[in-house]
């Protein structure tokens, strides 16, 4: 398969291609198998990050699910951005909703700075708790 694609990209023209989203066009058109586009677009719609995924393994899911949808019907770069945070659980996507990237990269580096923040955040506030629960065990044990 590689040297088929190999061969097809070799037969591309300069004057073919302009910019990137006519490039992907005619890459998903010539080799993604076609799927029945309501499929595509409903998988778009209920992208939701899995508890096991990494950041890295949604961001890849989403851009794939993203870019094969026909760039005729495919949703603009600033409704990706929007959707892409809905894809998270709520404490990351209310801090990304404070954010205003321009690309997904972007958006994809502040997702990874914002989880690391909340995990710190998370991990502080239950060092806290488990520190409060020992004070007040120490301090019923006192009484008795």
């Avoid at 992907?24 to 029945?36: A, C, H, S, T």
């Avoid at 929007?82 to 580096?109: A, C, G, K, V």
């Amino acid at each position: 398969m590689q040297d088929k694609v190999n061969s097809w990209l070799k037969t591309l023209t300069e004057v073919s291609i302009s910019n990137l989203d006519q490039f992907l066009k005619l890459f998903l058109d010539r080799w993604i198998i076609k799927v029945n586009l309501l499929v595509i677009i409903e998988k778009y719609n209920q992208l939701k990050r899995r508890p096991d995924e990494t950041i890295q393994q949604f961001s890849d899911k989403f851009n794939q699910i993203y870019y094969s949808i026909p760039l005729s019907i495919r949703p603009p770069h600033g409704s990706a951005l929007l959707h892409y945070p809905r894809s998270f659980d709520s404490d990351i996507e209310f801090h990304l909703r404070e954010r205003n990237p321009s690309t997904m990269e972007q958006m994809h580096n502040m997702v990874v700075d914002v989880e690391v923040n909340l995990q710190i955040r998370r991990e502080k506030l239950k060092a806290e708790k488990e520190e409060k629960l020992n004070i007040l065990i120490k301090k019923i044990e006192e009484m008795m």
